[in-house]
């Protein structure tokens, strides 16, 4: 429901943890798993068996922990794992049980070429990290590829075989949570978590901590994505517009005025090919190569949970949709929008911006890397800005999804002692092996790294390392400009630094030229890319896709018909197929084809989570 968060700044395979059946924000469980909390609690009679780095960070509510229950016992070892005399900064809480704790887990995981050949997740590095310094093993009950993940879960929850720990999709979590399944972790993310850990989830702000609790307690560690990545921006080409002798756009007529001079112009510089000076794919809706953006121009928002009254409606359906659909449809009478342009895939799209036949299009940060720096590689004197919406003024307002929450880490209430303090630490070595961390490895002896078989996806629980641009950017600048590479602490930001290095210093004479433009654009470039996300989140000026929850009954039965409907109104409006006088008609189907009863299904379980 709140829609992707754009390039995930995360490691191989993390998105496809769940074979993902949807996207509404995070990866789901199939459908047929809304019906495996019923059947688990008839088939185990379960009313007998349950009774960034560095810095300071703020703790959930304090509570009394949840006592475990017997049925999976604690070994009793009498050789724990020997504590570090001497550990480095960051990794104070590495201190091992005193008595071996044993977790059932399984695992979906496919091979990762960058790991060392024939590692599986038993034989993960970090599973004997674990057990050399945090006294914790993982018995693994068992493994499969990533897209069998989904549907041996829902057969084991619904047999009743739980394992310890495990990662549940937001609808599964809150089956589970109201079921009275899961581990309260309150006090053991207080205490165990470390700064890493909470830095992170702190700069993700309150909002997947919040869905992970109820009534002041936490129930799961959310793996959320950053969404200051989904924030969108239109991007153009600045050679043509000074080519054309014009200004960027300051309001919403001399955008789409501009659109169409871009249309009219880049014949003459692509051997008279037909060119959209707006380029979309088929999917509209999309906020990438696609027009979810342009609404947001005019202060529409389709597909988001937005708030109006105090209640939450969806966008598709409400009357700024008007203003916009008139814009895109005068667009396309102009010639501005390719007149093929809903028959356009993503590969069309990439070609016909590689080969000068697109003046402008909208999406998130990462586009300049991909796929606009084919078009720098393939001609040099090629150059793209991107224009912040509220610089339209007006309406315009982009969107920023409240949570990007992938999936909640949790203890089951079978779990053994001490289950709750053990997945917290796994997530704190997890983290501490991450690249992206400024924290000192040395202590792993090299068992932190993928060509020495280790894997943090190859785990059973983690969180995801969203590169924390808000510190990054400014170091990597303040080192550049000091022309002190060797300033900067962490491995990626030296990756960057060399990026921005080589295209400011040779520019179209680098040899990456494509790569090296688009890395920086990207990421490092003020006023673009990644840029205009931290610019939204710092100003607060941005419209919130509020809801992030378990699919609802009736968006698992009519969500693919109501984007199919809408879609295709959009396209048809676009095209003069639809007028104004059609939009009361529209919004009547969307509700009576299940948007009316999504729309309240939706209110009630955001109203249920946030209170």
């Known amino acids: 429901m709140t829609g992707t968060a754009g390039e995930p700044n995360i490691q191989p395979h993390a998105a496809s943890r769940f074979a993902p059946t949807k996207s509404k924000g995070g990866t789901t469980l199939k459908k047929s798993t809304k019906r495996s909390a019923a059947a688990m609690a008839a088939a185990m009679s379960l009313s007998l ?66 790991v060392k050949d024939g590692t599986t997740p038993e034989t993960n590095a970090l599973v004997q990290l674990a057990k050399d310094y945090l006294n914790i093993e993982l018995n693994f009950l068992w493994m499969v590829p990533n ?84 924030v969108a921006g239109l991007y153009y080409r600045s050679d ?46 999309n906020t990438n190569f696609a027009l979810a953006a342009y609404f947001q121009a005019y202060g529409a928002y389709p597909n988001k949970w937005i708030m109006r009254d105090g209640e939450l409606v969806n966008g598709i359906v409400q009357d700024e949709m008007v203003d916009a659909l008139n814009g895109l449809k005068d667009l396309y009478d102009r010639g501005a929008l390719a007149p093929d342009f809903a028959t ?34 393939a001609n040099p004197d090629a150059d793209w800005k991107e224009i912040n919406l509220p610089n339209l003024g007006g309406n315009a307002k982009p969107a920023m999804n409240q949570a990007s929450i992938q999936f ?43 060509e020495n078989g280790a894997s943090v996806f190859y785990l059973p629980v983690y969180i995801y390392f969203p590169v924390p641009w808000a510190t990054y950017r400014p170091e990597i600048w303040a080192a550049y400009e000091a022309k002190d590479r060797d300033s900067l602490k962490v491995e990626y930001e030296k990756v960057m630094y060399d990026y921005m290095d080589d295209w400011l210093t040779n520019g179209n004479n680098s040899e990456n030229r494509g790569t090296s433009w688009g890395q920086y654009k990207s990421r490092l470039e003020k006023g673009m890319g990644i840029d205009i996300g931290l610019t939204a ?29 809408a879609t295709s109104f959009i396209i048809e409006y676009i095209m003069g197929q639809k007028t104004e006088a059609d939009w009361e008609s529209f919004k009547q189907s969307w509700n009576d084809m299940g948007g009316a009863d999504w729309t309240k299904e939706v209110n009630e379980q955001y109203k249920s989570i946030a209170g």
């Open 240 to 285: 043509w517009l000074d080519a054309l002798g014009l200004s960027e756009p300051t309001n919403v007529q001399e955008m789409n005025d501009m659109l169409v001079k871009f249309a009219e112009y880049g014949p003459t510089v692509n051997g008279g090919k037909d060119t959209a000076g707006l380029g979309s794919t088929s999917s509209v809706l």
């Open 344 to 377: 356009w895939n993503s590969d069309q799209f990439t070609e016909r911006v590689t080969s000068d036949q697109v003046g402008a299009t909208f999406g998130t940060y990462y586009i300049p890397a991909w796929p606009l720096n084919q078009n720098k590689d």
């Open 147 to 230: 897209d069998q993940l989904s549907e041996r879960l829902a057969l084991q929850f619904s047999s009743g075989e739980l394992p310890d720990i495990v990662m549940l999709d937001s609808e599964n979590f809150y089956e589970f949570l109201d079921s009275d399944y899961l581990r309260d972790l309150t006090d053991a993310y207080n205490n165990d978590a470390s700064d890493d850990v909470k830095n992170i989830l702190n700069m993700l702000g309150e909002a997947p901590m919040q869905y992970a609790s109820r009534d002041g307690k936490l129930y799961g560690i959310p793996a959320a994505l950053d969404p200051t990545e989904g």
């Open 408 to 450: 909640f880490n949790v203890v089951t209430k079978n779990a053994p002692e001490h289950a709750e303090e053990a997945l917290v630490k796994l997530i704190n070595l997890g983290m501490a092996v991450n690249e992206n961390c400024a924290t000192d490895k040395t202590i792993f002896n090299g068992l932190d790294k993928a």
């Open 49 to 114: 068996a349950l009774s960034a780095c560095g810095g300071s960070s703020s703790a959930v509510a304090s509570s009394t922990a949840t006592a475990a229950s017997d049925s999976t016992a604690v070994s009793s070892a009498t050789t724990a794992a020997k504590p570090v005399a001497d550990l480095p900064e960051g990794l104070e809480w590495m201190t091992p049980f005193d008595e071996t704790v044993t977790l059932n887990v399984c695992v979906g995981w496919d091979a990762d070429s960058s």
């Open 537 to 565: 989140r710092e100003t607060g000026f941005y419209e919130t896709n509020y809801f992030y929850g378990g699919a609802t009954a009736t968006e698992q039965r009519a969500s693919s018909t109501l984007s199919d409907t």
